[in-house]
């Protein structure tokens, strides 16, 4: 550990927790608002039409501007995935050996310049491309953002910190609904990808300029330079007095020693993860959730459109959504925390919260009546946004701290690979052979009960809040071990640290 002189030497960063949690937040809702705009009709659009009468209608928004089938539209709303899935692991190592900090301000930079390009694309292929780069800058902020969050958050309010963070995944996705609906119909879709980059510009710089933070189960940043120093000089002579240039390795075999050690880590780390019982069955139950609330998200307007004849799905369903998105996840957060946060207790709210919301929601759309629907619907939504907190609350407890941004990043790409990202197209291909987008939302909606089922057994898993007892008992010989080269390399090391 870093001593005591050093600590009280270095200025404070001007991140307070609660600076940190609003800033997260408002980034958070910014990358969901692009998620929710890219859906709406106003910039998604439709393709053109023509009635027996022989009258045609011209296309709209990317659909109708690019000639895009069901099936593609359905592929350009996932393909920010490609770059989420290979990025997501790589910012989660990168995390071990640089600031985490950084590394969002470095993700957050391709996002907003990705965003940008998306606006000024001119084919599909190229509008594509730039989704697949917007993934790539989305994956260092979730792999990193929601550990920062449990680092700081109050020790009795952890869960309702997170609540509040994940609320602004269905609040910004229904802005987005209607920030594209607006801006895309008074506008251009084009005006609504631009205005998205110039909202998030503030953020990456914020992210290089300001100190940044360390994440607990991390060396601190100057530990890292301290150790690459000794390394350095260890290099330099060698074990057995010989100079560098005497030594019969050269620079390229020590990068390439670096990376292969770097990821045999990775590897590890993995097995570890695919090894633990209780990450495997949350995760595999917010694959089936966010399955449902993929395809929800993307085709909901235009289900509500053609199930319930609304001018102004946009508006509607991105109304519900916010609200029950806002009210639904906060609640979630609270009640853990009142029920005594741990993984046991998130299990049985997850699986109770998920079956009674797609009883509602299935219900609702049995019912003709578009006020009989919204009354339902909303009760349903409600109830399926309580799991926010609660889900990714045991991603983050039930691995040691080190392995959170890990843990986060491969749960964020497992529900994306296996969820919405297949869910949104398969939808398109069901609707384009049934032509029945009632029949075809009660087919989706029912899947939720899958999901309530795998987070049930969850329930009889022997649970342990690995991250509660770490901080409840913080081993000696656990630091000793991690210093261990250090003081080998250097005994003057003793300088710098305490073991």
Not at 59 to 78: A, P, Y
Not at 297 to 318: C, E, R, T
Not at 418 to 423: I, R
Request: aromatic share 12%.
């Amino acid at each position: 550990m870093v001593s005591k002189s050093s600590a009280q030497s270095t200025p404070p960063s001007w991140f307070t927790p609660k600076r940190l949690l609003i800033v997260f937040c408002v980034i958070n809702l910014v990358n969901y608002v692009d998620r929710g705009a890219i859906a709406s009709n106003g910039v998604n659009g439709t393709l053109p039409t023509c009635t027996d009468a022989g009258i045609c209608t011209s296309g709209t928004g990317i659909q109708g501007d690019f000639h895009l089938s069901n099936f593609q539209d359905g592929v350009l709303s996932s393909a920010f995935m490609v770059g989420l899935l290979i990025a997501s692991p790589i910012f989660a190592s990168l995390a071990k050996s640089h600031n985490p900090f950084r590394l969002i301000g470095v993700g957050l930079s391709v996002w907003t310049f990705a965003v940008a390009g998306c606006g000024s694309s001119i084919d599909f292929w190229s509008i594509a491309i730039c989704r697949m780069l917007v993934g790539v800058g989305e994956a260092s902020f979730i792999s990193l953002a929601a550990p920062f969050i449990d680092d700081n958050a109050p020790v009795a309010q952890k869960t309702a910190w997170l609540a509040t963070f994940y609320m602004c995944i269905p609040a910004g996705t229904a802005l987005g609904y209607v920030y594209g609906g607006l801006v895309g119909s008074q506008f251009n879709w084009r005006v609504a990808f631009w205005g998205e980059a110039i909202l998030m510009l503030p953020f990456p710089i914020l992210g290089f300029v300001m100190k940044p933070l360390q994440l607990e189960g991390f060396a601190p940043l100057e530990s890292k330079q301290i150790l690459t120093s000794v390394e350095a000089n260890v290099s330099e002579t060698g074990d057995d007095g010989m100079l560098a240039g005497d030594q019969p390795f050269t620079r390229g075999s020590e990068s390439t020693s670096k990376l292969w050690d770097q990821f045999t880590r990775f590897s590890k780390d993995m097995q570890v993860l695919l090894h633990d019982q209780v990450y495997i069955v949350n995760v595999l139950g917010y694959i089936s959730y966010n399955f449902v609330l993929g395809a929800y998200s993307y085709w909901g307007p235009k289900a509500g459109y053609s199930i319930y004849h609304m001018s102004n799905a946009d508006l509607v369903f991105g109304g519900i959504t916010i609200v029950c998105g806002i009210l639904g996840t906060l609640s979630g957060g609270l009640i853990l925390d009142r029920m005594n946060s741990t993984i046991s207790n998130a299990f049985k709210l997850l699986s109770g919260a998920t079956f009674l919301g797609a009883i509602f929601c299935l219900i609702a759309f049995c019912f003709r009546s578009l006020y009989v629907y919204i009354a339902l619907f909303s009760i349903g939504e409600l109830l399926i946004f309580a799991t926010q907190a609660p889900v990714n609350y045991v991603s983050l407890r039930c691995v040691r701290p080190s392995l959170r941004p890990l843990s986060m990043a491969i749960s964020t790409v497992s529900i994306h690979i296996f969820g919405d990202v297949p869910s949104a197209p398969l939808v398109g291909v069901l609707q384009d052979h049934i032509h029945d987008w009632r029949k075809t939302a009660l087919c989706l909606t029912s899947i939720f009960f899958l999901a309530a089922g795998i987070w049930f057994i969850g329930t009889f898993l022997k649970n342990v809040d690995i991250v509660k007892e770490d901080e409840e008992g913080q081993s000696a010989t656990s630091i000793r071990e991690k210093m261990k080269p250090l003081l080998e390399g250097n005994n003057n090391a003793e300088n710098y640290y305490q073991p």
